[in-house]
């Protein structure tokens, strides 16, 4: 990993820069620090190193200031803090409101409005409330809809490990920014791999939820195929932030088992003897990269010296070939509701010229649509979704692949063409082959980072476990990390 160009950090920006986000919390907690003093040293850490790499693009420093003058003063009053009060983060720039601050979702006509939201949505109401201060929006595609984060809004977002690749999408900003050091955490959502994606081209750790584990609300659908959370640098700020944030709003359509006990509790328990399935090849024949094979076979190995159970197995439906056909129908249905609601929020209606072609070509398809056919996509993935968790039902554990097929990409490999509006999206569909079942299944999955490739890339391995059951893939990935697994970025990785 090479830092980026121009970074010279001084201070408590330095010496805060690789510290997770629990850690931070403890040295204002302990009044080591001020969350006015945590918030600056970030800033700074922004305005240093993120020139090369685009991650952050709406910034609000002032409003965050404000909110750690608030945190320092209720410390010196003695009163409780939230577990991470104090802790700076960003948000992404896609469907997370935040009362008083714009949100573009990508889109060029919206960065031209910059709408400021009215009010907060329930997860970033929650962020609020477990003590985080947001010093702004991390990029993201346009209505989420790639696998790498190239917005002609805001331009690309860069890689840290490596600048002429991606670092995924639709979190690609969120991701760069924790990779960097600027921050120990970030907002992060998932429709079709956009947490575990950027975490695996990132080298970070990726938690998408269950269906229903985190309330959308107010005026998102919980029954649909994204979950929103955050992507981070350790479990033990993966499961005491889930705690905070996890649980249904008024109104919310699916909800997830509550916990038997905290999810913090799980980090360092005991997972006993785990069955656990490895598919480290293309389900349907196509191809994947060796290293990312390897990197699944290596996590196998270690799996096993840890004691557990591991075989070649998965699941047989993941070898459906119209998975795709009926996945996309669902995607591109989303696209258009999605460029419908960027209107409402422009004040006009959008035209080829506001929207990209991929999702303007998305939404354009949707609409001729016929509602039977509609109707014929949901029953066959509901169809597909209980096959899927009929294999874990049956009995198994875990199933571990690859998170990508492929190492970060080079950046614009995903651009569309000029007669081809979709060429991005066929060419999404080589790059992420292991992680959009889980979102139509609605299963947890985490993407963990155990592997680098020998000219300098993350590759994550994907660790699914049956609906409801975080607890497992906390238990599992916590014990991987304790055994010396994952390899982040941090001081000593750097040159």
């Given at each position: ?403 990508l097929s492929e190492p970060p990409v080079r950046i614009g490999e995903h651009d569309a063409e000029p007669d081809d509006p979709m060429a991005g999206m066929k060419r999404a569909a080589e790059f992420v082959a292991f992680t959009p079942p889980f979102n139509t299944s609605g299963q947890p999955a985490i993407s963990l980072p155990t592997y680098v490739t020998a000219d300098g890339r993350p590759v994550g391995v994907q660790l699914a476990a049956a609906y409801g059951r975080e607890d497992v893939l906390i238990r ?20």
């Amino acid at each position: 990993m090479t830092e980026p160009s121009n970074a010279s950090l001084t201070g408590l920006a330095a010496e805060t820069r690789w510290l997770d986000a629990t850690a931070q919390a403890e040295l204002v907690s302990g009044g080591q620090t001020t969350a006015i003093e945590l918030v600056d040293a970030a800033v700074e850490r922004i305005e240093a190193l993120d020139g090369p790499l685009n991650a952050v693009v709406i910034k609000w420093y002032d409003d965050a200031r404000k909110d750690a003058a608030e945190v320092d003063a209720r410390r010196a009053a003695g009163e409780e803090l939230p577990a991470f009060a104090g802790v700076p983060t960003l948000l992404k720039d896609l469907w997370a409101e935040a009362k008083g601050h714009p949100q573009t979702n990508g889109n060029v006509a919206l960065k031209d409005a910059m709408p400021v939201s009215d009010y907060d949505s329930n997860l970033v109401a929650r962020l609020r409330d477990a003590g985080l201060i947001s010093l702004g929006r991390t990029n993201s595609p346009e209505l989420g809809s790639l696998p790498v984060t190239e917005p002609l809004s805001f331009g690309p977002s860069r890689n840290p490990w490596s600048t002429d690749h991606t670092p995924g999408g639709s979190s690609g900003g969120a991701a760069a920014s924790v990779a960097a050091g600027m921050v120990p955490i970030a907002n992060a959502s998932d429709g079709g791999g956009s947490i575990r994606i950027p975490a695996s081209c990132c080298g970070l750790i990726g938690l998408k939820t269950s269906q229903g584990r985190i309330s959308l609300g107010p005026d998102r659908d919980e029954s649909g195929l994204s979950v929103a959370f955050a992507v981070t640098r350790s479990m033990r700020d993966t499961a005491g932030l889930l705690d905070l944030v996890a649980g249904p709003g008024v109104g919310d359509n699916v909800i997830a088992p509550a916990p038997t006990r905290p999810f913090a509790e799980e980090v360092g328990a005991d997972p006993g003897r785990l069955r656990i399935g490895v598919l480290a090849h293309h389900p349907l024949g196509s191809r994947v990269d060796p290293e990312c094979a390897a990197a699944a076979n290596q996590a196998a190995e270690t799996l096993e010296g840890l004691g557990h159970h591991v075989e070649a197995a998965h699941p047989a439906v993941l070898e459906d070939a119209e998975f795709s056909g009926r996945f996309m129908a669902i995607w591109a249905t989303n696209m258009s509701l999605g460029v419908q609601r960027l209107g409402a929020l422009a004040g006009r209606p959008l035209t080829a010229d506001d929207v990209e072609p991929v999702n303007w070509a998305m939404s354009e398809f949707a609409k001729h649509l016929t509602a039977t056919e509609f109707g014929s996509a949901l029953g066959a993935i509901n169809e597909y979704r209980r096959k899927l968790q009929g294999w874990w039902a049956d009995g198994w554990d875990l199933l571990l692949t690859p998170t990508l097929s492929e190492p970060p990409v080079r950046i614009g490999e995903h651009d569309a063409e000029p007669d081809d509006p979709m060429a991005g999206m066929k060419r999404a569909a080589e790059f992420v082959a292991f992680t959009p079942p889980f979102n139509t299944s609605g299963q947890p999955a985490i993407s963990l980072p155990t592997y680098v490739t020998a000219d300098g890339r993350p590759v994550g391995v994907q660790l699914a476990a049956a609906y409801g059951r975080e607890d497992v893939l906390i238990r599992i990935a916590a014990q991987m990390e304790a055994a010396g697994s994952f390899i982040l970025p941090g001081a000593e990785t750097i040159t």
